[in-house]
């Protein structure tokens, strides 16, 4: 990956994406708005202990943003996993604004920690933050998995072919 056309606004809205949720979808959708290219950055971040695989993230986010209708997706969007600290990514792709997603006010406690932090480190970044949409405030990956590991619907909070995923992964990690 190369840095590209330096006058492009390369926006990177990282995350674990394990599941991808209709959440995320929601963020990544509404962040083509403001960018002229969005890079999905998802994280290696092994010490959560993801349910899936790096690789089988990639996939499934790729899968789910190529299936939003057209209208939705207004740049290109690139899925990318990266192993490194967010803003050496950021950097070495050429972006120049981190998108974040905020659901409550418990989530920006910490964005606005983290925003502070990734200044300090690059000042030429920016971090930029979009609140949740109604419908989608409540949902969060760890939610989604602790429901479908109880049996519970999770078919509002996820796309049909993640829900089938996660089910699938939560049975096979009891077998």
């Known amino acids: 990956m190369t840095n590209g056309d330096a006058r492009l606004l390369i926006g990177v ?6 599941p991808t949720t209709n959440g995320h979808l929601d963020i ?4 083509t708005k403001v960018v002229d290219k969005l890079v999905v950055g998802v994280a290696a971040n092994g010490g959560k202990g993801p349910l899936f695989s790096l690789e089988d993230r990639v996939i499934m986010c790729r899968e ?13 969007v690139e899925v990318v996993p990266f192993d490194k600290l967010l803003m050496d990514f950021v950097t070495e792709i050429g972006g120049r604004v981190i998108v974040r997603g905020l659901r409550a006010v418990s989530d920006f406690e910490y964005e606005f920690q983290m925003a502070g932090m990734n200044a300090r480190l690059n000042p030429k970044v920016e971090t930029t933050f979009l609140m949740a949409s109604e419908r989608n405030q409540f949902i969060s990956s760890r939610f989604v998995k602790e429901i479908g590991q109880f049996g519970g619907d999770i078919t509002h909070f996820v796309p049909e072919a993640i829900a089938d995923r996660v ?5 096979s990690r009891t077998t």
């Open 28 to 31: 990544i959708s509404r962040a």
């Open 13 to 18: 809205y990282p995350g674990t994406f394990d």
């Open 167 to 171: 089910i699938d992964a939560l049975a």
């Open 64 to 76: 789910q943003i190529a299936a939003l209708p057209p209208e939705l997706v207004q740049v290109p």
